[in-house]
């Protein structure tokens, strides 16, 4: 339940704070202003708490965060087509406002890309650590019970791009599997054992 409320709730808060800061757009005072500016960079929170950002309920949450800025981009681009095709004065005003909804889906962008690349960093040290798993369990005729330095010997967190991603593994006698969770119903897998070839990918 907690964790429910964490992965849905948080982006969902942000999302409700910077619907805060749209409207704050729309006034005139620096306070409203600088809100409307900093409520995007909260975002950015995302990444070094370390929080998975691939489970399906924050994937929503940050999707609807992408079309709700989407939105108030475009109705603001509009404006700002309108005001330049009319030359009325407001172009200013209305660039000032593309500035949150901007900065709000590169940092959303960014956020989904440096997990991207926080996820591939994490699959190649899966596939690095199983092939020295492979060559125990070869040389010994049993894969190890557990990895050394790991917590409980099955369980790490490999920090890339600013974020933790988990390692998993799962000792069967003879073989063995590491996996990383892109997200909750789709594993990164390695696999190797005694006699069995030594693979990894998507399974």
């Known amino acids: 339940m907690v964790a429910t409320f964490v992965l849905l709730g948080f982006p969902l808060l942000l999302l409700i704070i910077n619907f805060i800061g749209f409207f704050s757009n729309f006034q005139k005072t620096m306070t409203a202003r600088i809100f409307s500016i900093v409520s995007p960079l909260l975002f950015l929170i995302i990444v070094p708490i370390g929080l998975d950002i691939t489970s399906s309920f924050f ?119 590491l996996t990383v969770h892109h997200d909750i119903d789709t594993p990164y897998k390695v696999e190797g054992g005694v006699n069995k070839p030594f693979k990894y990918g998507f399974r």
């Open 59 to 177: 994937i929503f949450s940050l999707l609807i965060c992408v079309l709700v800025g989407s939105i108030f981009f475009a109705i603001h681009f509009i404006k700002l087509a309108g005001a330049l095709t009319k030359k009325n004065g407001l172009a200013k005003t209305h660039l000032t406002k593309l500035v949150q909804p901007t900065l709000l889906l590169l940092i959303l962008l960014s956020v989904f890309k440096l997990n991207e690349l926080a996820l591939g960093e994490t699959d190649k040290f899966a596939i690095a650590m199983g092939q020295k798993v492979q060559q125990i369990c070869i040389l010994k005729q049993k894969c190890p019970d557990t990895i050394e330095g790991w917590k409980n010997g099955v369980i790490y967190q490999y920090s890339s791009w600013g974020s933790k991603k988990q390692l998993q593994y799962w000792p069967y006698d003879k073989t063995f599997i």
